[in-house]
């Protein structure tokens, strides 16, 4: 059974930092190309970033580039994402998924964790 368990989310000021975490099971974690995907209060969801299985390529929304950055450890099965310089805009539920920007929204709707809140207030 996959499962996707992510944490760190939690209440900043703009401006501050966070750190994302994804712990994986029930799969082949460093076969996959993993993805974070969000969704703001009543909006759909947004794909994030990517990180190829290996971590060489990674890609990036253009609202987030240069923000955040994705990360992976394959020995620990665990998905990561720092964000840094936060905006109010960047308040949503994270979620970690598997695949890429193409397939990581489909995915999600097979198979969801239970997100991790970040909320961007002062």
């Known amino acids: 059974e996959v499962q996707l368990v992510e944490s760190g989310g939690g209440l900043v000021q703009p401006g501050g930092s966070l750190r994302l975490s994804c712990a994986a099971s029930?799969?082949?974690?460093?076969?996959?190309?993993m993805s974070w995907v969000r969704q703001a209060p009543g909006k759909g969801l947004e794909w994030v970033s990517s990180?190829?299985?290996?971590?060489?390529?990674?890609t990036y929304t253009d609202s987030v580039k240069g923000r955040f950055i994705i990360s992976r450890d394959n020995a620990e099965n665990t998905l990561y994402l720092q964000l840094n310089s936060l905006k109010t805009e960047d308040t949503a539920m994270y979620y970690c998924?598997?695949?890429?920007?193409?397939?990581?929204?489909?995915?999600?709707?097979?198979?969801r964790g239970q997100g991790t809140q970040v909320t961007v207030s002062s």
């Open positions: 998924a598997r695949g890429d920007r193409n397939s990581a929204e489909d995915s999600l709707r097979r198979e």
């Open positions: 029930g799969f082949v974690f460093r076969g996959v190309t």
């Open positions: 990180i190829s299985n290996l971590g060489r390529t990674t």
